[in-house]
């Protein structure tokens, strides 16, 4: 099976950057920090595949440069280094009329493109719902305003799509004229969620979406968004902290560190015989 989504030798630098950066940077110096320049590598040359209907999860502690990875394929920084490609013949996606060549590094298109891709075929909810949804703004026009970018007009359409995607994700669709700033944190995931799955993106990514949410609302949000993979099989990248989340969401992990990959493989793998220290250090941390 062709994967839908390739990431190659991926880099976020934030400083000017020396010769010495990656020699004395990453898991095996113990920071991300060059002591030379003082440039900060968030993450560096990391390398993966994303297949379709997997949800991949990315693990590691805070600064481990996980949703830095998520951010850069949403196109919300600019990366130093790195080519990402897209195959949606590989999801056998439809119903878009954006082509976009699998063999294309993503990275080189112009800001237009990059955008049209990001709106019409990329979905994403952040940790925080302030960075996904404008809270003052009716729950229904934050999903009517993403549609609008993916090229939608028709009012009446935008408003029946919006209250289907509400009631999808358990949203009350009497509520759909109230902005998310009366909402609950988990009804505010919730629409952050809906707004994301507006558009049938081909790669769906979630961002540490349960982190501040009581634990019982934290349940119901991971069993919708696991009950909404099973039914859309959109491909889908799990950040999280929590290994938890990581167990029930996802089929295949990587592990980060000082912004470097140090393990990968099947998630029950991992979970159940950790090899690297630092990946043992992180599930016995949980035991």
Request: hydrophobic share 40%; proline share 5%; charged share 20%.
């Amino acid at each position: 099976m062709k994967p839908i989504l390739r990431v190659r030798e991926l880099t976020k630098r934030y400083g000017p950057g020396c010769p010495d950066c990656f020699d004395l940077t990453g898991a095996g110096q113990g920071t991300n920090q060059c002591p030379r320049c003082k440039s900060i590598l968030a993450c560096r040359q990391v390398s993966f595949d994303l297949f379709p209907n997997e949800v991949l999860g990315v693990v590691g502690e805070s600064g481990s440069g996980k949703s830095t990875v998520v951010r850069l394929l949403h196109f919300d920084f600019e990366p130093t280094a790195g080519r990402f490609y897209l195959d949606l013949k590989a999801g056998q996606q439809s119903g878009s009329a954006l082509a976009i060549d699998p063999d294309q590094d993503l990275f080189a298109l112009s800001a237009f493109h990059r955008r049209r891709i990001r709106n019409e075929r990329m979905g994403i909810v952040y940790q925080n719902a302030r960075m996904g949804l404008h809270l003052k703004v009716s729950a229904g026009g934050n999903i009517a305003e993403r549609l609008l970018m993916a090229g939608w007009r028709h009012v009446g359409r935008m408003q029946s799509r919006a209250a289907q995607l509400l009631e999808q994700t358990e949203v009350p669709v009497r509520r759909m004229n109230e902005p998310p700033r009366n909402f609950s944190g988990g009804m505010q995931q919730r629409v952050q969620i809906a707004k994301a799955l507006s558009t049938q993106p081909a790669v769906l990514l979630l961002d540490e979406v349960t982190t501040g949410l009581d634990v019982s609302v934290q349940a119901r949000v991971l069993d919708l968004i696991r009950s909404l993979q099973q039914e859309l099989g959109v491909a889908t990248i799990v950040v999280s902290h929590d290994l938890g989340v990581i167990r029930l969401l996802t089929s295949r992990t990587i592990v980060m560190r000082h912004g470097c990959i140090v393990e990968a493989g099947l998630s029950d793998q991992i979970l159940e015989d950790p090899q690297h220290p630092y990946t043992q250090l992180l599930v016995n941390s949980v035991l």
